[in-house]
């Protein structure tokens, strides 16, 4: 789909709880997108990892693109991989809707969030909870997502970090009104509400919806949290 498409459909969708693909059963993969969709989720979060950039090493564009034969919802690629410019053609042309790359990666941001605004995709920049928000200050005209990250990207199943709270309020205050803010890592029933009301409106979550049972109810329950923490 075409960048404001996908924005449209993000900002409509918010508050919204973005499930990270990265504990899914990737053997089962159709199944698990039909019982997430079935759960009404409102796009999908894909946590791409290069061994480099992160200790970690998950998967990358076969995955995005077997993903986007499998469903019409955004898909919202993470991209945790130095060197991003080489490859977000390529994540383009296999699906991703949103690309978001660290600030750590590539300290000079701003060719690249233009860049991937010209493929007509969303542009995010991502920072660790100990990079400063001054880091990223000066590219936010260009970033259409921010995600704040509230731990060390590489590993779903990590504790909240509560450096996101500020760095979500201050944002809020010093990006456009259109910026959507993003909050990836430890999100669950006990800390998405805080997030909520520091200004986040797309929550990422791994381990609180795939280490249910019953995906729906996480969802819902997730979503009212967030609604009622506006
Ligand atoms: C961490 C990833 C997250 C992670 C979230 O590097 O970016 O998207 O999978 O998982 P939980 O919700 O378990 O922290
Ligand atoms: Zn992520």
């Given at each position: 789909?075409?960048?404001?498409?996908?924005?449209?459909?993000?900002?409509?969708?918010?508050?919204?709880?973005?499930?990270?693909?990265?504990?899914?059963?990737?053997?089962?993969?159709?199944?698990?997108v039909r019982r997430l969709e079935?759960?009404?989720?409102?796009?999908?979060?894909?946590?791409?990892?290069?061994?480099?950039?992160?200790?970690?090493?998950?998967?990358?564009?076969?995955?995005?693109?077997?993903l986007r034969q499998l469903t019409?919802?955004?898909?919202?690629?993470?991209?945790?991989?130095?060197?991003?410019?080489?490859?977000?053609?390529?994540?383009?042309?296999?699906?991703?809707?949103?690309?978001?790359?660290?600030?750590?990666?590539?300290?000079?941001?701003?060719?690249?969030?233009?860049?991937?605004?010209?493929?007509?995709?969303?542009?995010?920049?991502?920072?660790?909870?100990?990079?400063?928000?001054?880091?990223?200050?000066?590219?936010?005209?260009?970033?259409?997502?921010?995600?704040?990250?509230?731990?060390?990207a590489g590993f779903g199943g990590?504790?909240?970090?509560?450096?996101?709270?500020?760095?979500?309020?201050?944002?809020?205050?010093?990006?456009?009104?259109?910026?959507?803010?993003?909050?990836?890592?430890?999100?669950?029933?006990?800390?998405?509400?805080?997030?909520?009301?520091?200004?986040?409106?797309?929550?990422?979550?791994?381990?609180?919806?795939?280490?249910?049972?019953?995906?729906?109810?996480?969802?819902?329950?997730?979503?009212?949290?967030?609604?009622?923490?506006?």
């Amino acid at each position: 789909m075409n960048r404001q498409a996908c924005l449209d459909r993000l900002r409509t969708a918010a508050p919204a709880v973005l499930p990270s693909l990265l504990q899914c059963d990737f053997g089962n993969l159709e199944r698990e997108v039909r019982r997430l969709e079935e759960a009404g989720v409102q796009a999908l979060h894909l946590d791409v990892m290069d061994g480099n950039f992160v200790p970690n090493l998950s998967y990358g564009m076969p995955i995005v693109h077997a993903l986007r034969q499998l469903t019409a919802l955004p898909l919202d690629v993470h991209l945790m991989i130095r060197e991003p410019a080489k490859y977000v053609r390529q994540f383009r042309e296999a699906g991703a809707d949103v690309m978001t790359f660290h600030i750590e990666a590539v300290p000079e941001p701003r060719d690249l969030l233009a860049q991937i605004r010209a493929l007509d995709a969303a542009s995010g920049i991502a920072l660790n909870p100990g990079t400063p928000l001054a880091s990223i200050a000066g590219c936010l005209d260009l970033c259409d997502v921010v995600l704040v990250m509230s731990v060390n990207a590489g590993f779903g199943g990590q504790k909240f970090n509560d450096i996101a709270l500020d760095k979500l309020r201050t944002v809020r205050q010093q990006a456009g009104p259109d910026v959507l803010l993003e909050v990836d890592g430890g999100i669950n029933e006990k800390t998405i509400s805080s997030c909520s009301a520091a200004g986040g409106q797309l929550f990422v979550v791994g381990s609180a919806i795939f280490g249910q049972p019953q995906y729906a109810s996480a969802v819902r329950e997730l979503t009212s949290l967030a609604a009622s923490s506006l």
